[in-house]
Structure formats: C-alpha cells, structure tokens
C-alpha cells in the first residue's frame, strides 16, 4: 500500500475532495492495488493532530489495522487552529458525502460535529471517541473508564516514589481529564497515604493549547519536580510530551497516557524514565467501529473499553517496572478489586 502526502492539492484524490478539504484541513487517503475498491473508514483528528505520540497516533493505528485487513480507501483529516463547529462539521460532512463510512471524530471536541453530520447522513456510521452524549441510531459513542487505568497508575507513583511527592499534569481542566485525575490520587492514596500529591492544569479551554504545547507541560513538570516529585503522570496529550522530557532531564519517572509512550520512537532518548503508560486502547475502539460496519451490524450508543474487557491498562515495556515483583504484586492485586467491584474508582 503507497501512502499519499498530505495535501493542499491532492493528486491522488478528486476535485470534489480537493475543493472540500481547503477550507476543513489537510488529508491523507490511501488504498491498495488489491483493493475492493470501495471507501472504507475514515477519521478526523482531534488538535494535536497525527503525530502526538499519544491519542490521535492510536487512533490512526485503528485506520490503520482496518485499511489492511479489509483493502479499502481510508482517510484521516488534520484539524485547523482556530476551527469551529461547523468546520468540524464540513469536514465530517465531506467525508460521508463521498462514501467514507464510517466517520469518526477523535475527541469529545466533535460533539456538535457528530451530531449534525449523522442527522444530515442517516445512512452512514459515525462515531466520536471521548464522548457520551450523542443518542442518535447511526453514532457510536467511543468511551473509556481512563479512571481505572489511572488509578493502577497512581498504584505504580506511589509504590515508586522515593520523596513520597508525585505529580498529575492535566492538558484542560475538563471533566474527562478530571477522571484521570481521580483514578490517579486514588490510587496513590489507597497505596500510600503519606504520598503527597500536586496536580495541576496547563489551560481552562483547548483552545489555550493545553494538548498541544509540550512546553506547557515542560514548564508545569518543572515545576512540580522542584517540589520533590519524583514521579509525574500526564494526561495531556501532545503536550505530555514535554512532561517526559522535564521528567528525563531531571532523572526522575514520568508515566505516559493513552498510548505505550515507552515505546514510540520520538520518546526514545526518553524511554529509560517512562515508567508505564495508563494506556486506553483507542485503536481497538476505532478499529472495532469499522469492522461493525463491514460485518453489516453497525455499533451504535455507548461502547466502553475498562479494565475487565481489556481497553484500559497499564503497559509494562519498561523492565524496570515489568520486572518489579512487589510493585507487579501491588498492581496485580489492585486490578483485580476493580475489576471485581471491590474498590470503587471516583471519576470525579
């Protein structure tokens, strides 16, 4: 499969696509020689675009895992600086009107978009990763308990700290966010009640950059390692990016989000201080979506990924922490009294 640049005029795409994509964002599409020749999935990335290492590249991995197993045409879409609604919604609009189904908005920030692009487009399968508020017949809402993997992140702080101080860096202060940290205190504070936590908020609004400016969250890491912590967890996004570099630079473990960040390889000179990532398996929720679509029985409503069906989790590539006996114990032993409902997780 040859992968087509992105775009601001696309040669490889029709005119139509063209015209529609220069006021909604840039592209990529791509097929296969052995393809069914129709359109398959195609997604549209929240800000921080593809390439944040984190939400938005797992998403992609989703796209990614179905173009090849079903030999379609897909399509990711960049978001604009300064977008609204109705450009979010043109841009899911376009995609529908030439075939894509289905159509996923990455991030709760499509809401609206969604919305009105499935009532314009009945016959097409749309759905919304972090959202739980669309009841429409055609919209899957794609959402995680990240509070249950954060919660086994804060588990893994409190057992690793050495100051007994750690730190939560939060992109946009948002109830999404909040339950990450939630699950996060909980979890140090069950551990260990002497381990002091700061938290702290990079923007009230997206709009401020607070998932798109690692230097955000450099500084705000900075500033919680001068305090002692010695262990800092990022629910940020792009900018959580800049949190493991403060955190590599100062010697000290950060804990990744969404994705395995110990594994990807812009992190890589950083790797050695990523102790684990509270991962949510944005690629499974993504792909699953389209394989719906292509057995014929679309998902629609609520669709959560937790701890028990296996779509929320910590990773365990870095030795240091796989090989941790006790800590693997403490994580062990905790998992299994969410799962059963024995600890309740806050997400507030």
């Given at each position: 499969m040859r992968r087509i640049s992105r775009i601001t005029v696309a040669g490889a795409a029709t005119a139509s696509l063209a015209l529609a994509l220069s006021a909604c964002g840039s592209t990529s599409t791509s097929g296969s020689s052995d393809s069914k020749g129709g359109k398959g999935l195609a997604i549209a990335y929240d800000v921080g675009g593809k390439g944040d290492q984190s939400f938005n590249d797992a998403a992609y991995a989703g796209l990614e895992q179905a173009k090849k197993e079903f030999g379609y045409q897909t399509a990711d879409l960049e978001p604009t600086e300064g977008e609204t609604d109705a450009d979010k919604e043109q841009r899911l609009v376009s995609l529908a009107k030439q075939g894509y189904d289905p159509v996923i908005g990455v991030g709760y920030a499509y809401a609206a978009a969604v919305k009105g692009a499935a009532e314009k487009f009945p016959k097409t399968t749309f759905g919304i990763v972090d959202d739980a508020t669309i009841n429409s017949k055609n919209v899957a809402d794609l959402v995680f308990s990240e509070e249950q993997a954060s919660y086994l992140a804060g588990v893994a702080a409190a057992?690793?700290?050495?100051?007994?101080?750690?730190?939560?860096?939060?992109?946009?202060?948002?109830?999404?966010?909040?339950?990450?940290?939630?699950?996060?205190?909980?979890?140090?504070?069950?551990?260990?009640?002497?381990?002091?936590?700061?938290?702290?908020?990079?923007?009230?609004?997206?709009?401020?950059?607070?998932?798109?400016?690692?230097?955000?969250?450099?500084?705000?890491?900075?500033?919680?390692?001068?305090?002692?912590?010695?262990?800092?967890?990022?629910?940020?996004?792009?900018?959580?990016?800049?949190?493991?570099?403060?955190?590599?630079?100062?010697?000290?473990?950060?804990?990744?989000?969404?994705?395995?960040?110990?594994?990807?390889?812009?992190?890589?000179k950083y790797k050695d201080f990523i102790l684990t990532s509270a991962m949510k398996d944005v690629a499974k929720a993504v792909y699953n979506l389209a394989k719906s679509v292509e057995d014929g029985k679309p998902e629609t409503g609520i669709v959560r990924g937790d701890l028990k069906t296996g779509e929320v989790s910590l990773s365990d590539s870095n030795p240091k922490f796989a090989d941790d006996a006790e800590l693997q114990e403490a994580i062990k032993t905790a998992k299994e009294k969410i799962i059963s409902g024995e600890i309740k997780v806050k997400s507030s």
């Open positions: 057992k690793s700290t050495k100051s007994n101080v750690v730190g939560f860096v939060g992109g946009v202060d948002i109830p999404l966010i909040h339950k990450f940290q939630a699950g996060f205190e909980q979890g140090v504070k069950d551990t260990n009640p002497k381990v002091k936590v700061l938290s702290q908020y990079l923007t009230q609004t997206a709009e401020e950059g607070g998932f798109s400016s690692p230097d955000k969250g450099k500084t705000a890491a900075e500033g919680q390692i001068e305090k002692k912590a010695d262990v800092v967890y990022a629910a940020a996004g792009l900018s959580g990016q800049g949190v493991i570099e403060a955190a590599a630079a100062k010697k000290v473990w950060a804990i990744g989000v969404d994705s395995d960040q110990y594994k990807q390889e812009a992190l890589a």
